[in-house]
């Protein structure tokens, strides 16, 4: 049971350049999230999801966009990298009830250059 | 707006003995809280959750958590800590349609010999 599964696992850009990255998940979940995860500063949402075809900002969404075209797949993309994109993103969904957990990837480290 | 305060940002306990990691919240209506734990390189896992009920609740690895209401806190605790649970730990409240959780700034755990 691959549970969410985030690709790339590790990247390194060049200021400017873009990139997207992948988020699947096979447990037929209604909601899904992208964070990012900076030391100190705990998980900061950036896009989430209530359903396929559905996209919100979160807390921190300039410089990335979202689509979700399929129900399991969520794609956050950063058209033109910056440094301060340099992060931990990771990716989670839940079944789409609040009081259910949520289940998160192992994370993408970012770096821009 | 909801928050989430994690007071401590490392603590070192020595192995064997008990741990409270604490937590405070910032929300208007009956929270939802969580408590993750973060090991290096991977995902967030849940430990526990509280919605309603009993105010003590028991969680995965030994560790509980209790909800005041009149303090606004819910902190984890765990009676004897093992080696393996040096991680990062991170509280959650959630709430919204959406699921959205706004995470505290995580504390990290170490663990001597």
């Known amino acids: 049971n691959a549970g969410v599964t985030q690709t790339p696992k590790f990247r390194v850009l060049k200021t400017g350049q873009s990139m997207t990255l992948l988020c699947a998940q096979d447990?037929?979940?209604?909601?899904m999230y992208w964070y990012r995860q900076d030391p100190g500063m705990g998980l900061r949402l950036i896009h989430y999801?209530?359903?396929?075809?559905?996209?919100a900002k979160g807390e921190v969404p300039d410089g990335y966009n979202v689509s979700r075209l399929k129900k399991q797949n969520f794609l956050l993309g950063l058209e033109s990298a910056a440094p301060s994109q340099t992060s931990v993103y990771f990716c989670?969904?839940?079944?789409?009830?609040?009081?259910?957990?949520?289940?998160f990837g192992q994370g993408t480290r970012l770096t821009v250059v | 707006a909801q928050s989430v305060t994690q007071p401590d940002i490392h603590i070192t306990v020595s192995e064997g003995a008990s741990l409270e990691l604490r937590c405070n919240y910032s929300?208007?209506?009956?929270?939802?809280l969580f408590w993750y734990v973060q090991s290096p390189g991977q995902g967030l896992q849940l430990l526990l959750k509280?919605?309603?009920?009993?105010?003590l609740v028991q969680g995965i690895k030994g560790f509980e958590a209790e909800f005041k209401r009149s303090q606004s806190s819910f902190n984890l605790r765990k009676p004897s800590v093992h080696w393996s649970d040096a991680a990062e730990y991170f509280c959650?409240?959630?709430?919204?349609?959406?699921?959205?959780?706004?995470f505290g700034d995580g504390t990290t755990l170490t663990v001597k010999p």
């Open positions: 999801s209530v359903g396929e075809g559905t996209t």
């Open positions: 509280y919605f309603s009920g009993d105010t």
């Open positions: 929300y208007g209506a009956t929270p939802y």
């Open positions: 447990m037929n979940h209604e909601y």
């Open positions: 959650a409240v959630g709430a919204g349609n959406a699921g959205k959780s706004t």
């Open positions: 989670a969904s839940r079944q789409g009830f609040l009081n259910t957990e949520a289940f």
